[in-house]
């Protein structure tokens, strides 16, 4: 299905019944990387699932960017589906952009789950970005696989996982040798330069898990823990010997921990 934001077609996916809860996709994702939780998120609840713009099957950006626009894409699906009050379940990228959502329309957050989120892109991860891109320039799709991808995942996976690893880097090497992709992975990128929202994190009024895992070599724990310190109430869970990609690390646990948190009970026990 799709929508018109600002004259630019944008993808999105819903199933399901239930209290809505609303996927937001890594830097390097797409609503085809949720598709082995679709079943569980969707049995119980409403799924819905977006590409922002420069993923998937939404529409290209023609210059550079900041997060404000996905920010607004959030809003007006929520508008073109009328949900007056979501549950948002972000990975990485996709928490960037539901931090800054919760903290511009705190009414319209009910619950939210973080994983591998960051309030701000600090001095080393602005780094990294600036080699993802430089990787862009080489001339096949394997130098930006070597560059992004071995360190999202942890050693214990790439231990466990080798032969589920080398099949995917045949996958990604010919995804990223498109140079559609490539050029908006440029601008996905370029357009986290200047967040920051690590002196707004008050604002945010919805009960908010952080997730945080022991071996996120890009976004590591520290992250997280200003995160959690920041949003009064707010709980934080660590994942132990895990990645930054948690969701395809911790399966299990990524979903039980989003939808427990989305579904369940406020227990008082004084």
């Given amino acids: 299905m799709e929508f018109v934001f600002n004259g630019k077609k944008i993808y999105y996916e819903t199933m399901g019944e239930g209290q809505p809860i609303l996927l937001l996709n890594g830097i390097m994702m797409s609503t ?3 598709e082995n939780f679709k079943e569980s998120f969707s049995a119980n609840n409403r799924l819905i699932l977006l590409d922002f713009l ?3 099957r939404s529409a290209r950006m023609a210059g550079r960017y900041d997060h404000s626009v996905q920010v607004e894409v959030v809003g007006a699906l929520l508008d073109h589906l009328n949900i007056k009050e979501i549950n948002l379940v972000g990975v990485s990228y996709g928490s960037s952009i539901a931090l800054q959502f919760a903290i511009l329309h ?3 957050v009910r619950k939210m789950v973080l994983f591998n989120a960051t309030c701000r892109t600090g001095p080393q991860l602005k780094a ?4 993802w891109n430089e990787a ?3 001339p096949t799709g394997e130098g930006y696989y070597y560059t992004t991808i071995p360190p999202i995942y942890s050693t214990a996976f790439w231990d466990k996982h080798l032969d589920w690893m080398q099949e995917r880097e045949k996958t990604l090497i010919a995804f990223f040798g498109n140079d559609v992709v490539r050029e908006s992975l440029v601008r996905l990128t370029d357009s986290s330069e200047n967040y920051d929202v690590s ?4 604002k945010i009024a919805c009960p908010t898990l952080v997730v945080s895992c022991t071996d996120d070599q890009l976004v590591p724990p520290a992250e997280q823990r200003r995160i959690a310190e920041g949003i009064a109430g707010s709980q934080l869970v660590v994942i132990p010997d895990c990645g930054h990609c948690s969701f ?5 646990l990524f979903t039980s921990l989003s939808l ?3 579904n369940s009970k406020t227990v008082k026990i004084f």
């Fill in 260 to 262: 427990g948190w989305v």
């Fill in 106 to 108: 705190p009414t319209r």
């Fill in 136 to 138: 862009t320039k080489l």
């Fill in 32 to 34: 085809g990387s949720w």
């Fill in 248 to 252: 395809f690390e911790a399966p299990d």
């Fill in 54 to 56: 420069d993923q998937g």
């Fill in 128 to 131: 990294i970005g600036k080699a």
């Fill in 199 to 202: 002196e707004q994190l008050w």
